[in-house]
């Protein structure tokens, strides 16, 4: 099992930009495809990103292409969400999503308990 913990969330002008980190402890890091889902008010739980166990493997939401990157560090057991171009759009809680597997599943078995992300115009 592994324990997921994001941070990195907060306040930011339309524009701008931020990084979100999670850092996990448990299991072997490397044993795990990552990810990154967000949550608006109101709306629905939706895929951000994710990347493969060994980083080789990396996919967007159309949404955020181009303006987000994620990436992971193996040795030191974080991944990690650099949103740039920032919408007020983007306006949601952020969770760190982790699986045991090469590949992330849609329904993800780990989750951090989330940061929150706003954006103003």
């Known amino acids: 099992q592994v324990q997921l913990v994001e941070s990195g969330g907060g306040l930011v002008q339309a524009g701008g930009s931020l990084r979100l980190s999670c850092a996990a402890s448990?299991?072997?890091?490397?044993?795990?495809?990552m990810g990154w889902f967000r949550q608006a008010p109101g709306k629905e739980r939706e895929f951000v990103a994710r990347?493969?166990?060994?980083?080789?493997?990396?996919y967007y939401a159309d949404f955020v292409k181009g303006r987000f990157t994620i990436s992971r560090d193996n040795a030191k057991n974080t991944v990690s969400l650099l949103m740039n171009s920032l919408r007020p759009e983007d306006t949601a809680i952020y969770y760190c999503?982790?699986?045991?597997?090469?590949?992330?599943?849609?329904?993800?078995?780990?989750w951090g308990q989330g940061t929150q992300v706003t954006v103003s115009s």
């Open positions: 990347i493969s166990r060994g980083g080789g493997s990396i």
């Open positions: 999503a982790a699986d045991v597997g090469v590949v992330l599943r849609t329904s993800p078995t780990y």
């Open positions: 448990g299991r072997t890091f490397s044993d795990y495809a």
